[in-house]
């Protein structure tokens, strides 16, 4: 099956700071997803993204389908960024709607 | 919208015993599923309906989980008997097919079987 890579896997900021996490994966997706999982365990939507660049306050978002990876952008980081963000990918075909995710990016943003 | 309801939030239950997981999907979608999240193999595709019919139920573990959903607005999952390694956070999740493919997430719930 494809399979989802994301970097890096840890990651502790400065409050204020700027912040870049990669999603690559191996084969062409029909879409792609990207959640922040909270310190309490939701999962919330950040993005649905198959191409180009979206934004969203201070984060944004950039797949580029046929380099394979997709960039999740967090500028002026906030304490309550914290938390585990995925990517999650789908592939239509012959799989039905299936979401594969990667193994995550652990952030943890301090005062 | 309430988003995606799950029920309980939380259940704690001896090995051997029966367990049955709830799930209300966003009204409207036609696609319905069930993940779960642990520590060592992250979050996994467990089954999915498409109009109320089981799709595709190749990530269930083994045949101590069942799944069903009666109608477009319940579904139900099901461990029997349960056992420690069941221990992990179940989620459903819901989108429709016909409007984008986005998946919406429930809070999940935490099962624990001692």
């Known amino acids: 099956g494809i399979q989802v890579e994301q970097s890096p896997p840890d990651l502790i900021l400065q409050e204020g700071a700027n912040s870049t996490l990669r999603c690559n994966f191996s084969?062409?997706?029909?879409?792609l997803q990207w959640f922040h999982q909270n310190p309490w365990g939701q999962l919330i939507n950040l993005f649905y993204?198959?191409?180009g660049t979206k934004q969203n306050g201070r984060l944004s978002a950039t797949t580029v389908a046929t380099e394979r990876y997709s960039l999740l952008y967090i500028s002026s980081s906030q304490t309550t960024d914290s938390g585990v963000y995925f990517c999650a990918v789908y592939r239509l075909t012959g799989g039905g709607n299936k979401l594969t995710f990667g193994t995550g990016t652990q952030l943890k943003v301090e005062l | 919208d309430a988003g995606v309801i799950q029920s309980p939030r939380h259940e704690v239950t001896e090995m051997g015993q029966e367990v049955t997981l709830r799930c209300k999907p966003i009204?409207?979608?036609?696609?319905l599923f069930w993940y779960r999240q642990t520590m060592m193999r992250g979050l996994e595709l467990l089954i999915y309906f498409n109009n109320n019919v089981p799709i595709d139920d190749s990530g269930m573990p083994e045949d101590r989980f069942s799944a069903k959903m009666p109608n477009a607005s319940f579904s139900t999952l099901k461990i029997q008997p349960s056992e420690p390694r069941d221990s992990a956070v179940y989620f459903c999740?819901?989108?429709?097919?016909?409007?984008?493919?986005?998946?919406?997430f429930g809070p999940g719930t935490r099962l624990t079987v001692t």
């Open positions: 084969d062409s997706v029909n879409n």
């Open positions: 993204i198959p191409s």
């Open positions: 009204s409207g979608h036609d696609y």
């Open positions: 999740a819901s989108s429709s097919g016909t409007a984008s493919y986005e998946q919406y």
